[in-house]
Structure formats: C-alpha cells, structure tokens
C-alpha cells in the first residue's frame, strides 16, 4: 500500500473552492526562554496593540494571554467548526506552565497537531507525554550546527547543547522530528551542514516523507521593527547558497505557491492570497487573523464566535482593490513575487507599496524558473 503523506492529505482538501476552515495556526504566546535576533513576534509579548488601526478597532489586552480555560473553549469552537489541523506555536509554546493541559484536550479532541518550538524547553515530564500521545509532527528550529553560530542567533549562552541535547532524546523515543533552519547572514555558511547533520540523525527524505526544510524568508517585526531584516540574505547570497544545494531555491519557490491555488483574481484586486480560505491564525490574546502578519479583518473571540469572524469577517478582504497607482499592481512577476499586502503593510506600514526586497528577488526568481515576462 502506498504511503500518503499529510502534506497530500491536507493539499486536496485545501484546494476546495469552498471556504472551510481546515487548519489552526495556534499561536499559544509570543514569550521565548531565547531572544533570536530574526524573531518576528519579538517585542509583542506584552500589552497587544494593532498597527491596522486605520482598519480594526484598536486592541489592548492588559499584558494577559489566555488562559488553560478559554484555550479549551477556543478548542472546543473551532473543533465544532470542523477544524483538522492544528499547530502549537509562539513564541515558544512549551514556556506556558499549561501547555501539556491545553495539548492533552486537543489530542483526546481528536485535532492533528503539530508543533513548533526551539527545541531547549523539552522536559522528561512533557517527552514522556509526548511518547504516549504523540502529535502528528515536531518541528524544531535549528539554526546552527555548532555553538558560535547558534548562540549568535538566539542570543543565550548554553542554548545550543541544550537543543542538540533533547533532539538526540526525541529522536531515542522515536518521536516524528523535522528540523528546519531560517536563512540568515549568521548561519549561511552552515545551512549545507545542519542539513547534512539532521538526514545523518533522522534520515533522507523520500517521496512523502521530509525531516529538514528551509525558510529563506526573514520578516519585519509584528511591532513594526525591521532590525529581523537586516539579517536577510541578498538574491546573490540565496543564488550562491543554491549552487551548494538547489533545494533552498526549491523551499522558496514552494513558499510562493504555499500549496494554494490562485484565485486568478483581475488586476486591480489587492487580494490574490487565497490560503484564508481554509487556514487561520489566533494569537495569544485571542484575536482569530486571517493572516500571522495581519490584523486586517480580524476578529476577538472574547466579544465575537469563531464563525463570525472567519465566515464573514475573512470573506471582506475579497473586496479590497488597489487604491494608488503602485507599480505592483500591473507587475509581471506579481504571480511569483513574495509580496503581499500583509507583508507590504508589515515592511513599509503601506499595503500597496513595492518593497525592494521582495522586487529584486522576483527578478531573480523569473531568472532561475526561465518565466518570461508578460505584460
């Protein structure tokens, strides 16, 4: 019998016209034990306040996440809603004194879950959990293969023999591992060998299944910071990356197509994105997003249900057309460019605006993929 991997599982469902809301990006907090140098949702982990506030009404959340209780009613919502996957995220989820409670009642709900984390908060109490009921998949951010470049990303002494410590430990109790690696000045020169390290530990990759990914992608901060961008990498530097392995251009090509049919929408609608339609996002303090780097439409589940928001709230960003004349709009690389309106807003506090980024990679991208351009 052939294996079907859930990645296939999710994409035939995912390519449903219908808007159904499938998979949960969990974001439990925006605390971390590290203090990582690229981290997006760094600088967000107090009082939450929107920077859309020209489009939402202005949040302010007095420095409280959720609690244990109103994560299982948020739990119990989305589940009733039809939720399937769902991924435990930050920040880093495992700091939450209540994350074992909060996963236990999603696994005995019957959610397919997965897991982000940094990999150095695993204690035998949680592993031993883990073990009797384990989650679909763990990804683990290693973002160094030795301790000087690790510790310069995430800025803590002992961290790296900490995550190497425990992946070794999960690896031993057979737990489903992937290792993953942002691209970044710091760790450039390691990236070829995390990999090697991780296929040597966990395997090579076969035809559905995969154990390491790349992220060639660094954004802004969610507060509006751009020190994470400092840290990108040029086009010249991921095509110089691409030589030593063809499958980090590979993740970045895979990243602009996310698995999600264009809506093959007219040019002057902003909105191309159609992963809305069956993924969401919830941040620590409750707000549902239709988007990680936006809080366009959203919705806080303390005053509204889940379904008003994703089912009529999302649905308005349809509407949306371009109001200046910015050159994006009539691009010929816009279908493999990574700009969004989410990630516009996010670099340049404009949703419609260029960002000189992601211009140059399309450029470089349309090289590498031979796309002709058509105006």
Known sequence: MEEISGGHFYGNLANKKDQYPLNSQIELTYRCNLNCVHCYCK??????????????????????????????????EIHKEGCLWLTFTGGEPLIRDDFLK?????????????????????????IDYLVKSPPYSIEITLNGITKSAYEAITQVEGSFEKVIENIKKLKEKKLPLILKSNCLKQNKNEIAKIKRWAQELLGKPSKNRYYFKYDPMIYPRLNGDKTP?????????????????????????????????????????????NAW????????????????FSEKFSSDLKKESF?????????????????????????????????????????????????????????????????????
Not at 347 to 370: H, I
């Open 43 to 76: 600088g967000s982990e107090g009082k939450h306040t929107t920077r859309h506030t020209s489009h939402v009404t202005r949040h302010t959340l007095e420095n409280r996440e959720l609690t244990t209780k109103e994560w299982k009613e948020i739990l119990d």
């Open 102 to 126: 909060i996963y236990a009642y999603a696994r005995n709900k019957g959610f397919i879950i997965t897991l982000f984390t940094n990999g150095t908060l695993f204690t035998d109490k949680i």
């Open 229 to 273: 961008t400092e840290f990108r990498l040029s086009p010249e530097e991921l095509l110089e990356l691409r030589k030593k392995d063809p499958e980090i251009w590979e993740e970045y090509q895979n990243g602009l197509k996310a698995g999600f049919p264009d809506l093959n929408r007219d040019r002057e609608f902003l909105y191309r994105c």
């Open 277 to 292: 339609m069956s993924q969401f996002f919830i941040n620590p303090y409750g707000i549902l997003k239709f988007c990680q």
């Open 307 to 375: 379904r008003e928001g994703f089912y009529k709230r999302f649905p308005q960003l349809l509407k949306e057309k371009f109001k200046t004349d910015s050159k994006c709009k009539d691009c010929p690389l816009r279908a493999i460019c990574y700009h969004c309106p989410a990630r516009a807003y996010l670099e340049t506090g404009d949703e419609e605006a260029p960002v000189a980024y992601y211009c140059e990679l399309a450029k470089a991208t349309a090289e590498q993929m031979n796309v002709k351009l058509i105006n």
